[in-house]
């Protein structure tokens, strides 16, 4: 269970955050969620998919990091073998909450939460939240930039999923592996983009998709597949 309070350096001077990479502070993952916004980033290092929420039908991009439930091959010994962490595994323990306000536009304003039940919150180790002058550290600045760029990722994710389903250019998988082992195993459950009907859009169709950002990413997640290869053989290497 998570425990979000609002971050304000009097209750929270103490503060400190580990962040270190480990299953012991849940970062054996299966997947994790992405924005198109990181797509350059993210199809560097991992496969790009799409999920579907059973709660509300809609579709998310995700960042794909093992074949199984609680399987993240990314992680080892020495933490997170990767050049990027996507951020919203990288945002925990924190959160962007909203608190009432008569001078906010929507009677609302965005502001910093942190889970006080999460592992990696404690009083001993890590990084600290706040100075000794009270002011933010380096590291609660650097997390307060991650949650804006979370933040417009959202909006912007928003869009470019009402822009792939209105294209109807989402489409279910099955990826079949067989592993060195010798072993059958099927990825089921994701989309991915439906290249023939991409390449068929017309110009007003992509003009549309690149005016409002969202035809880069598409591509990004095209080329994101060619990681699958990379991710069978880390699941390889451990089963040697």
């Known amino acids: ?3 979000y309070v609002i971050l304000s350096q009097s209750a929270h001077k103490q503060t400190k955050v580990i962040t270190e990479r480990s299953e012991k502070y849940g970062d054996n993952i299966k997947y994790a969620a992405t924005f198109p916004l990181e797509f350059r980033n993210i199809q560097a290092c991992y496969p790009i998919f ?11 991009p995700i960042a794909l990091l093992g074949f199984e439930d609680a399987e993240n091959l990314f992680l080892n010994e020495s933490g997170w073998d990767a050049t990027y962490i996507p951020m919203m595994v990288e945002r925990h323990p924190f959160l962007i909450g909203y608190q009432v306000s008569s001078e906010a536009e929507e009677g ?6 942190i889970d006080m039940d999460n592992p990696r919150v404690n009083e001993d180790a890590g990084e600290a939240l706040f100075e000794e ?27 470019f999923i009402s822009a792939l389903t209105a ?7 099955t990826l079949e592996i ?34 409002n950002g969202y035809l880069q990413p598409i591509y990004m997640a095209v080329a994101s597949y060619a990681r699958i290869r990379a991710l069978i053989d880390k699941k390889n290497a451990r089963l040697q």
């Open 133 to 159: 002058n009270a002011q933010p550290s380096e590291f609660l600045k650097y997390i307060m930039a991650k949650l804006e760029s979370l933040h417009q990722g959202h909006e912007h994710s928003k869009g």
């Open 167 to 173: 294209l109807d250019l989402l489409e279910p998988f």
């Open 1 to 3: 269970m998570s425990n």
């Open 50 to 60: 799409f999920s579907k929420s059973s709660d509300t039908g809609e579709f998310f």
């Open 108 to 113: 609302k304003k965005p502001v910093v939460s």
């Open 178 to 211: 067989t592993l060195d082992n010798g072993s059958n195993n099927q990825l089921l459950g994701f989309y991915t983009i439906n290249e023939e009907k991409l390449m068929q859009l017309d110009g007003d169709a992509l003009a549309g998709l690149n005016t």
